[in-house]
């Protein structure tokens, strides 16, 4: 069977199954972003303990497999009594593990504005709240972007992952398809070309222009 005939049979399936990725991916980045600028703001905290809090979590979830940690989510928490549905154990898994690498490029982001942003916000009598939303992360959200570019491209790959709990994304499709045909260069090849798109041309262009976005917001264009 040519690639072309498989696609024209199984197309259903694939598109199926990269609808359910795609939705994976949006979820995760969701979380991982909320998650990400709570522990990198909490790892700048002056309160020891909720420094040390940011320190476990993020020490923890980028010391270990993020397969470990979907195995604990949907297969351990429920022996305590903690059940989670199998499609929202994916994206939390995805979120959470990302979200830990997120924070230290929030962390950095923050730190390389320069002092003097801060110190002219502190001359103005502003609050460290607003200080922090209206003038420091919006500069450290342009220093942050291209690296979170990359980011995103792991988490979307990292997703791959939930097919192993039996949720119906791209790569479980795939498996499937694979195991009852045996056409593993036709059905892995598509699938490689169908994460390639979702990177290549529909991620990579996006990020590039939030960065060009943000940067003319900030004037540095």
């Known amino acids: 069977m040519t690639i072309f005939e498989f696609v024209g049979q199984y197309w259903p399936r694939?598109?199926?199954?990269?609808?359910?990725?795609?939705?994976?991916?949006?979820?995760?980045?969701?979380?991982?972003?909320?998650?990400?600028?709570?522990?990198?703001?909490?790892?700048?905290?002056?309160?020891?303990?909720?420094?040390?809090?940011?320190?476990?979590?993020?020490?923890?979830?980028?010391?270990?497999?993020l397969l470990v940690q979907l195995y604990w989510i949907f297969f351990v928490l429920p022996l305590f009594g903690i059940t989670v549905e199998k499609f929202t154990a994916g994206y939390m898994a995805v979120g959470m593990n990302i979200g830990a690498y997120g924070a230290e490029l929030v962390r950095g982001g923050i730190l390389a504005v320069p002092k003097g942003q801060w110190e002219a916000a502190l001359a103005i009598n502003m609050s460290a709240a607003k200080r922090m939303w209206r003038i420091i992360l919006p500069q450290a959200l342009v220093n942050m972007l291209p690296p979170w570019g990359n980011l995103m491209i792991e988490l979307l790959k990292g997703t791959a992952l939930v097919s192993l709990i039996s949720v119906t994304d791209l790569m479980f499709e795939a498996k499937q398809i694979n195991g009852t045909t045996f056409l593993s260069a036709q059905v892995f090849g598509v699938a490689l070309i169908i994460y390639y798109i979702l990177a290549r041309f529909m991620l990579t262009p996006f990020m590039r222009w939030l960065e060009r976005f943000m940067a003319r917001k900030m004037g540095r264009a």
Do not use: D, N, P
Request: no cysteine; proline share 0%; net charge positive.
């Open 14 to 65: 694939l598109l199926s199954g990269t609808g359910v990725t795609v939705t994976q991916f949006l979820a995760a980045t969701a979380l991982g972003i909320a998650i990400s600028l709570a522990m990198g703001l909490l790892r700048l905290s002056h309160s020891m303990m909720l420094r040390g809090f940011a320190v476990t979590y993020i020490e923890i979830f980028r010391g270990t497999s």
